[in-house]
C-alpha cells in the first residue's frame, strides 16, 4: 500500500455520516491520511453526528497516529502544494459550494487549494456530492470538474446487498471511495452476481 498521505476534506454537504466511517477506516488502517474540515464541515459533524469537536471526531474514529490535520484557513499548509506528494485527495462530503469552487478553481480555503492542487499535478480527485435535486447549475458545476480530472462519485448508496441497517448503506458508499484509491479495506458487500 502506498506510503502517501490521502488527503480528506469534509465539508459542508449533508452527509457527515459518510466521513466519519471513511476517516475511521483509514485510521483503523494506518493510511497516512492530511485531514481538513471546514466551519460548515465540523457543524455537520455535530448536527448530523453529535460530534461537537474534532477530539470527539477523534474519538469516534479511533488512533489518529496515521492523520495530520490542517486548519481550513491555512492556505500555505503541506497539502496546498505540489511538491508535496500525495495519493490524492477526497471531498467526503463535498458541498455545491466546493464542486463550484473546484470547478472554476477559485481556491479561497485550504480545502479549494488542495483540490486545485491535486488536479493540476494529475492525481486523482474524488468529490462526493450530497444533494437532491439537483439544479442545472449544480449539473454544470459537476460536469466542469468531471472534465477538469475529478471523479464524481455520488454518495448514493444501491440496495442489492439488501441492507438492514444504516450503517450498510453508508458503507456502500465508502467502499467505492477507498475502491478509487486502491486502499485494501472491505467494509462494504460487493456484488456476488
Not at 471526531?57 to 491555512?74: I, K, M, N, Y
Amino acid at each position: 500500500m502506498s506510503r502517501l498521505p490521502l488527503v480528506l476534506a469534509i465539508t459542508g454537504a449533508s452527509g457527515a455520516p459518510y466521513a466519519v466511517r471513511l476517516l475511521e477506516v483509514l485510521a483503523r488502517h494506518e493510511v497516512p491520511t492530511w485531514l481538513i474540515v471546514s466551519s460548515h464541515g465540523q457543524r455537520l459533524l455535530r448536527d448530523e453526528c453529535g460530534l461537537d469537536s474534532l477530539e470527539a471526531l477523534e474519538a469516534a474514529t479511533g488512533d489518529w497516529s496515521s492523520v495530520t490535520l490542517f486548519p481550513d484557513g491555512d492556505r500555505g499548509a503541506l497539502p496546498a502544494s505540489g511538491s508535496q506528494r500525495t495519493r490524492g485527495m477526497v471531498v467526503c462530503p463535498c458541498s455545491m459550494g466546493t464542486v463550484a469552487a473546484v470547478a472554476h478553481g477559485t481556491s479561497r480555503s485550504l480545502v479549494e487549494r488542495a483540490a486545485d492542487v491535486t488536479l493540476k499535478e494529475g492525481r486523482r480527485l474524488v468529490l462526493v456530492p450530497r444533494e437532491t435535486p439537483l439544479s442545472l447549475v449544480h449539473l454544470r458545476n459537476l460536469v466542469a470538474a468531471a472534465e477538469a480530472g475529478a471523479t464524481i462519485l455520488p454518495a448514493a448508496p444501491g440496495f442489492y446487498h439488501r441492507p438492514a441497517e444504516v450503517g450498510e448503506l453508508v458503507d456502500f458508499v465508502v467502499q467505492r471511495v477507498l475502491d478509487q484509491f486502491g486502499i485494501e479495506a472491505e467494509v462494504g458487500k460487493r456484488w456476488e452476481g
